[in-house]
């Protein structure tokens, strides 16, 4: 079970054990991070589950997609490590990954 770092808006950081296999979007929201709607569930169609991955951990996940690459498009807050958290699925190999909250839309 991978351990993720995750920054609310606010400030906070919070460890969340992950199950591999599933979205980050539904680990994060499984371990208390209300800031992530995910209003879509997970279709890559809304940009509520909007993240900012570090630096060191950007290259790292795999390559962004046509749909999430369009959505992130339409966002005021889209920096370069902008990425869907509904589309990084879990996996051991992301033990220690951090994320932070991107501001609401």
């Given at each position: 079970m991978?351990?993720?770092?995750?920054?609310t808006?606010?400030?906070?950081?919070?460890?969340?054990?992950?199950?591999?296999?599933?979205?980050?979007?539904?680990?994060?929201?499984?371990?208390?991070?209300?800031?992530?709607l995910?209003?879509?569930?997970?279709?890559?169609?809304?940009?509520?589950?909007?993240?900012?991955?570090?630096?060191?951990?950007?290259?790292?996940?795999?390559?962004i997609?046509?749909?999430?690459?369009?959505?992130?498009?339409?966002?005021?807050?889209r920096?370069?490590?902008?990425?869907?958290?509904?589309?990084?699925?879990?996996?051991?190999?992301?033990?220690?990954l951090?994320?932070?909250?991107?501001p609401?839309d």
């Open positions: 991978p351990t993720v770092w995750a920054t808006r606010g400030g906070e950081t919070r460890e969340v054990h992950a199950k591999s296999g599933q979205s980050l979007k539904d680990n994060l929201k499984r371990g208390g991070m209300d800031e992530i995910g209003l879509c569930g997970g279709c890559a169609s809304c940009g509520t589950c909007h993240v900012y991955v570090a630096d060191d951990w950007f290259h790292r996940l795999p390559p997609q046509s749909d999430e690459e369009t959505i992130l498009a339409f966002s005021d807050w920096e370069p490590n902008s990425r869907l958290s509904c589309q990084i699925k879990v996996t051991d190999e992301l033990e220690g951090c994320v932070t909250v991107a609401e």
